[in-house]
Structures are given as C-alpha cells and as structure tokens.
C-alpha cells in the first residue's frame, strides 16, 4: 500500500467499524477505502482537477486579510508576505494591526492598515473603497475575521448571535460581492473564506458559529461553481481548520485549562496560513486542516446521522465544548 494511504486508512479505518451494527461489514470495508482515498490529503483528486489559474505568481500582487490583528490571521498575512503579496490589514484594532504591519514591514512588503468593525454594515464599503483606492487593488481577499460565543444556547444574547452572523457570514458574502467585479476588470483574483470543521459536522454549545460556518462553506461552493460555469478569471476556496493553537482556541485553554480531546487534536497555524497559500496557488475548492483526517467520518455522518452522533459524544467532544461552556454562562452571570 502506497505510505500517502497508509497513515490514513490506519487512522480512519477504526471509525469505521461501528458501522457493523447499521450497515453489514462487507458492505463498510468497501466504502471505507475509497473514502480513505479521498483523504491521502486528496492529492489525487487535487492533480485530477488542478488547472492553470492567474493567481499562481502572488509576486507584488495585494491581498486583503480580515481579522489580521492576531490569532490565525497574523499567520495568513506572515505566509502571504513571504510569497511576495502586499497587504491590505483589517480588524478592529488600530494598534494591533500596526504591530502586525511593522513587523511584515520589515520584511520589505508594502502594508496598509484599514480599521474596520465587520459587525458594523456601513463599514464594508469603505474598507472595499479604501482598499482599492489606497492600496491599489485587491487581488486576494482572505475574509478570516470571525467571532464564537461557546455557550448554552437558551442562555446565549441575541445580540451576539447577531454579531456572529454579521461578522462570519455576512461580512465575507457583502466583501466578496463588493470585489468580484474588480477583480473580474482586472482579469484576476480569488477569494478565501476560512470555515471551520464545525461548518461541516455537529459541534455542540456552538449554533451561532456553526451556522454562520455551514453557511460560509455552501456560499463557497455555490459562488465556486458560478464563476467557473461563467469562465470568470476569478476563483474561490474554503478552508475549514479544526482546532488551531492560536485564537479562539488557545484563548479558550488559557481562560479555562481545557485540551483538545485526542479525537480532534490540534493544529498549529502556520499549517492553516500554509493552506491558504495552496489553495491559492492551485485553486483548491476546499482543504481541512486538521492532525486528524475528518473526511471519511464527515461522510459516515451524511450516511448514518445517529451514529455520528453517538460517535461526537462517545470520543469527548461534546464534553470538552461543554466544560466551556459552563464556564462561560458562569462568567455571563
């Protein structure tokens, strides 16, 4: 057996084996290998449907990064700047995303810092006028900013299921409809959402977050779909990471001593900012990040959702969202 299949099949063969009680085992040996195919980091299927796109030179092209100011998008922006990109820098923090700028500065890259509150709708235009105008046009938007509110739902504000639905999924649709006529004039660009695996499978204590990424990965393929059947010189990906040592996740380890379950683990983000850069360059439709591969039990919950079920809760992932959770309504009171 090829090494690329051997890790994999090794990892995700197990998780296959309760389905003996739903399905018959003849029947789930079958369907577990070439499911196992699709995720040797889905090199095959990545070297089937790869072709030539305009983004794969980021020499002195711009890119525009949203939540920049720390967590995994400072990776983002490290990883594009070393291929050369320029960068425009959004969030809400002015001093932050200064910080953030002086260091890729340093580095040789021309970067502009745009200020900008996503939950705010009024602010999208201006950060698309700013970008364009100041930072001479944007040929990569990574729309990274998102917020989560882990927390018992009946007790979550509505406010911030407002603000979640504002930042993570409204602000990256409104962005990517206000630069794709731009891009289109200027014969190039692509789009990045960054998505997460709770927009692919059931994550408990975490409905506004997991809407909002449900929702970002379909927009990705809906909008994928169009401007390729259109033949536009424009492209799109989703990236969906697991946990990430940086951001929400690490805040949440800092604040309430809680580690990853090993059914989930963890990734560092520079693998994440890696990502984004390949998907970039070979126009990748999609990509999970994650030390665990998830297709194939992402598939095994589209065939059996019960199981799936049992399976989040039987290996601690609910538990470990939910220990969050409490601390966090305790906090709220």
């Not at 018959?24 to 030539?52: C, I, M, N, Q």
């Not at 990424?213 to 259109?230: D, Q």
């Not at 990471?241 to 604040?255: F, I, K, N, W």
Request: charged content about 20%; aromatic content about 4%.
């Amino acid at each position: 057996m090829a090494p690329a299949l051997a890790r994999p099949l090794a990892l995700t063969l197990p998780l296959t084996l309760p389905l003996a009680r739903p399905l018959p085992l003849p029947l789930t040996l079958p369907l577990a290998l070439p499911l196992t195919l699709a995720l040797s980091r889905g090199a095959a299927v990545d070297s089937f449907a790869e072709k030539e796109c305009p983004m794969r030179d980021l020499q002195n092209r711009t890119a525009l990064v949203t939540g920049a100011s720390k967590g995994i998008g400072v990776y983002i922006a490290q990883a594009l700047a070393a291929e050369g990109m320029n960068l425009i820098l959004a969030a809400r923090s002015a001093d932050k995303l200064e910080q953030v700028a002086d260091a890729l500065r340093a580095t040789g890259r021309r970067v502009l810092c745009i200020p900008t509150d996503l939950s705010d709708r009024s602010s999208l235009h201006e950060l698309v006028n700013r970008a364009e105008g100041e930072g001479g046009g944007v040929d990569v938007l990574v729309n990274n900013a998102g917020v989560e509110d882990w927390m018992t739902f009946d007790q979550l504000a509505v406010e911030l299921i407002d603000e979640a639905i504002d930042v993570n999924l409204r602000a990256p649709v409104v962005l990517s409809r206000l630069l794709l006529p731009r891009m289109r004039e200027r014969g190039r660009g692509h789009i990045v959402n960054i998505a997460s695996l709770a927009g692919l499978g059931p994550v408990a204590y975490a409905e506004p977050y997991c809407l909002t990424k449900h929702g970002l990965i379909g927009f990705t393929r809906s909008l994928r779909a169009t401007v390729r059947n259109e033949n536009y010189p424009v492209s799109c990906s989703v990236v969906c990471p697991g946990l990430v040592d940086a951001g929400m996740y690490e805040d949440a380890t800092r604040d309430f001593g809680v580690k990853a379950p090993l059914a989930l683990g963890s990734s560092p983000p520079g693998r994440v900012a890696r990502a984004v850069v390949r998907a970039i360059k070979r126009d990748l439709p999609e990509i999970i990040v994650n030390p665990i591969p998830y297709r194939l039990p992402l598939a095994i919950g589209l065939l059996a959702p019960r199981l799936a079920q049992w399976m989040v809760q039987w290996l601690g992932i609910s538990k470990f969202f939910g220990i969050i959770a409490r601390q966090r309504g305790r906090q709220a009171h």
